[in-house]
């Protein structure tokens, strides 16, 4: 009987555990892919030589 219950409790345990992989796996490729595009803008306003205002007028977030 207490075999079976670890038995079961490590069961759930995998499936929450893939669950969670899933949605780390998601969460890291959004995080790279923004990570990314800072580093481009970033590059960008180096490359311009823009302050953060002057980029965010000419991206018309200002």
Avoid: P, S
């Amino acid at each position: 009987m207490i075999r079976r219950e670890r038995e079961e409790r490590l069961f759930k345990t995998d499936i929450n555990l893939a669950a969670r992989r899933d949605k780390l796996t998601h969460e890291a490729a959004v995080t790279l892919l923004r990570c990314e595009r800072a580093e481009a803008l970033r590059k960008w306003m180096t490359r311009e030589r823009l302050t953060q205002a002057q980029a965010a007028k000419r991206l018309g977030v200002v």
